[in-house]
């Protein structure tokens, strides 16, 4: 499985790599960007089964990211990893077609659950 990493902190890229081995993804392909624009470029290059974003990014924010996929219709599972704990953020990002929001601090079974549950709605 490839997974899409979006964060502009290279530091937390790599803590959400290393809870996603932690979390039993073991065999993963990761691919990173560092911001929405560059998460753009690399879903059309790399055709993620999925895409772990952050919210807010300088340039091409990661609610933006998300909306111009659904808009070009591409319909890839996006999660958001993300310190937004606002209801109106969770909703906003679930109507913009968001698979889920987790939010920051995470444990790996958090975001192991968050990954079964978009997998398994894909597989239905």
């Given at each position: 499985?490839?997974?899409?990493?979006?964060d502009?902190?290279?530091?937390?890229?790599?803590?959400?790599?290393?809870?996603?081995?932690?979390?039993?993804?073991?065999?993963?392909?990761?691919?990173?960007?560092?911001?929405?624009?560059?998460?753009?470029?690399?879903?059309?290059?790399?055709?993620?089964?999925?895409?772990?974003?952050?919210?807010?990014?300088?340039?091409?924010?990661?609610?933006?990211?998300?909306?111009?996929?659904?808009?070009?219709?591409?319909?890839?599972?996006?999660?958001?990893?993300?310190?937004?704990?606002?209801?109106?953020?969770?909703?906003?990002?679930?109507?913009?077609?968001?698979?889920?929001v987790?939010?920051?601090?995470?444990?790996?079974?958090?975001?192991?659950?968050?990954?079964?549950?978009?997998?398994?709605?894909?597989?239905?």
């Open positions: 499985m490839r997974v899409l990493v979006v502009d902190s290279r530091v937390m890229r790599q803590i959400v790599v290393r809870a996603l081995r932690q979390a039993g993804f073991g065999s993963l392909e990761v691919v990173e960007a560092g911001d929405g624009g560059a998460g753009l470029e690399k879903v059309g290059e790399e055709s993620p089964d999925l895409v772990l974003c952050d919210w807010n990014m300088p340039g091409t924010s990661g609610i933006e990211m998300l909306q111009q996929l659904r808009a070009g219709g591409d319909r890839t599972p996006f999660g958001f990893i993300t310190s937004e704990a606002a209801s109106e953020v969770h909703d906003r990002a679930s109507a913009a077609g968001a698979t889920f987790v939010t920051k601090p995470f444990t790996p079974e958090v975001l192991h659950d968050a990954i079964e549950s978009a997998l398994a709605g894909v597989a239905s």
